[in-house]
């Protein structure tokens, strides 16, 4: 089944398009009997558009990973599955009020790494032996999820470090035709891709905020950062981005920054004003101050500097989560669970340490000022 369909010379197998909140049983029933025949599949979800494969099939996961570019071959993926009520077959869950915090999120957009059973295959394994998982909110991938009543390999459609898909004519063209079918959404998809958390024992620690981006009407934003004390972090951050907006944006960006244990009034520290002084930055005139909800009402974007601040911000700023964000990971939505994204404190260090963390500061930055620019130069 599926027709062949031209899209500027692309030739590709639709299998068909789908109205919001609609799950068609001939279509489900369709993209069933090719997943559970080993076939990698361009689907919507309630994020963005996704390749799909039956976790059964190693082989269909590493052609995801040639689709996408992905050179680590152990690289986990994220998984959906249809239902709470078992989702013990994975995971391991936690206890108590953590389990509700898990359980309350779902279906939605929300991906929890949590520790996989030992029947999981090892190829969706991340470090640790964890599995990410989530159950979809969008009825069309829900109504697949529970007509398979297994596990399906998740993860968007697009090329690593490429933005994902949420309209047709998104689609890179070469892509489309290395798949084996797409199911297109007659409407865009909301473009937010889902936040991924992973359970601790000493709480979730946020992996990857939602993204809500600054209305094209705004023509300016607000941006926040954060670290512990403000005195070397954050205020370095500031400092970074501020002199690199100022330069490509000028008048387009306010920056700010504070602390989640900060004291108010104190000096950076010694060794921070020092390094960013030795590349051209001021924050001589720096004083801490900690994040209230003020500050948050005031920013449009958050960039924390480590998961923990960022986690912190969520507990205690909930309807602010649009808006909060790793430092290291925006505007990503491509991550590693093998790799460390966060800044971590180098109060106490060497000046070396201290040059160190200016250098990952400075390397973020770069790679989120062409985001901004997007963001407050369209139309």
Sequence with gaps: RGRHSQQDGVRMVVIAEVAEGQAPP????????????GE?????????YGLHAHTRFPSAIERIKQIKGIENPTHPFATLYSTVLDVDRWVLMPEGRERRRVLESWPGPVTWVLPAKPTVSRELLGKD??????????????AICTA??????????????????????DFNEELLEEVDGVVFAKEPLSGTPSEVKRWTPTGPVVLRSRTREVAPETQHMNILMICSGNLCRSPMAEAVLKEMTERELPGRVSIRSAGTIALEGQRASLPAAEVTRERGYDIAGHRSRP??????????????????????????????SH?????????????????DYDVHDPYGLSLEDYRRTLDEIEEYARCILPHLKTLLERE
């Excluded at 361009?42 to 994020?47: A, E, G, M, Q, W």
């Excluded at 925006?330 to 590693?336: D, F, N, V």
């Design 129 to 142: 032996r964890t599995l990410g998982i989530r159950i979809p909110g969008h009825p069309f991938t829900r």
């Design 291 to 320: 994040v209230t909800s003020e500050l948050m009402d005031w920013a449009d974007l958050v960039l924390a500097m480590t998961s923990d601040h960022l986690s912190d911000l969520h507990d205690y700023f909930p309807h602010h």
């Design 148 to 169: 398979m009543d297994d596990l399906i390999v998740s993860t968007s459609a697009n090329r690593h470090g490429d933005p994902p898909a949420t309209r047709r004519e």
């Design 323 to 339: 808006k909060l964000h790793l430092i290291g990971l925006y505007p990503k939505s491509e991550l590693s669970e093998d790799e």
């Design 40 to 48: 990698v599949l361009i689907l919507p979800t309630d994020t963005v």
């Design 26 to 37: 001939e279509v489900v029933r369709e993209v069933v009997r090719r997943l559970e025949r």
